[in-house]
C-alpha cells in the first residue's frame, strides 16, 4: 500500500517500474574467496592491510534488466542525489521509477522530490533479504573483485567499473538474478 501512495496519482500502475538501489563499499581490505588448485597443493592469495576503498552506488530494474551506478570516495545525501539523477534520466518518458532503499541515513525520501519521475520507498530495519541488489554485491565479490590487490584508489574504481560493466553486459542475468514475484506491479 505504501507503494502506490508514493506514487502521483496520475501515474498508471502499469507504467510503473520498481528498481532496487543500494551502495557497497570495495577498497584493499577485499574478500578472498576458494581458489581452484591442483590436488595436494595450498594456493595463496594476498590480503592487503591498507585501508583505501570506493564506494559503488548501484541500481537495477529487475522488469527491464536496466541498472545504473555510480563510483564515490564517500557516501552522502549528495552523491545519492547524484545518483538518483543518474536513474531519473534512465527511466523513459511516460513511465515513473519507484526506487526501493534501506534506511541509510543518506536514503532520503525528499531526494526524490526534485523529479517527477521517481519515488523513494525504504524497506523496514534489518531486511537486506528483501533487496534484490544483495545479490549483485555478492555477485561482483565472488566472481570479479575477489582474490586480488589494488594500487589505489584509481585502480579501486577503475576495477569496480569494469566489475560492473562484466555484471551489466548480460541483461538477461541482471533480471535473472534480482526478479521477485512479489516486486509485479501493474501486471
Not at 577498497?27 to 581452484?36: A, E, I, P, V, Y
Not at 526506487?99 to 525528499?110: M, N, R, T
Not at 553486459?169 to 521477485?180: E, G, H, Q, W
Request: hydrophobic residues 40%.
Amino acid at each position: 500500500m505504501e507503494m502506490i501512495l508514493t506514487i502521483p496519482w496520475n501515474v498508471r500502475l502499469k507504467n510503473v517500474d520498481v528498481w532496487f538501489q543500494d551502495e557497497a563499499r570495495f577498497g584493499q581490505k577485499n574478500t578472498t574467496t576458494r581458489l581452484w588448485a591442483i590436488k595436494g597443493t595450498r594456493p595463496r592469495a594476498v590480503k592487503q592491510q591498507q585501508f583505501e576503498y570506493a564506494y559503488l552506488f548501484g541500481a537495477v530494474c529487475p522488469a527491464t534488466g536496466d541498472t545504473e551506478a555510480l563510483i564515490a570516495p564517500c557516501m552522502n545525501m549528495d552523491v545519492m542525489e547524484k545518483h538518483l539523477a543518474l536513474i531519473s534520466k534512465r527511466i523513459p518518458e511516460g513511465r515513473h521509477g519507484v526506487i526501493v532503499v534501506d534506511g541509510a541515513a543518506w536514503h532520503q525520501a525528499y531526494l526524490a522530490d526534485k523529479f517527477d519521475n521517481l519515488s523513494i520507498i525504504k524497506l523496514p530495519p534489518y531486511s537486506p533479504e528483501l533487496n534484490p541488489i544483495e545479490q549483485v554485491w555478492q555477485w561482483l565479490r565472488q566472481n570479479e573483485l575477489a582474490n586480488r590487490c589494488f594500487n589505489g584508489y584509481d585502480d579501486i574504481v577503475d576495477e569496480c567499473s569494469r566489475a560492473w560493466n562484466s555484471f551489466i553486459s548480460d541483461a538477461s542475468r541482471v533480471m535473472k538474478l534480482c526478479d521477485r514475484d512479489w516486486i509485479k506491479v501493474g501486471t
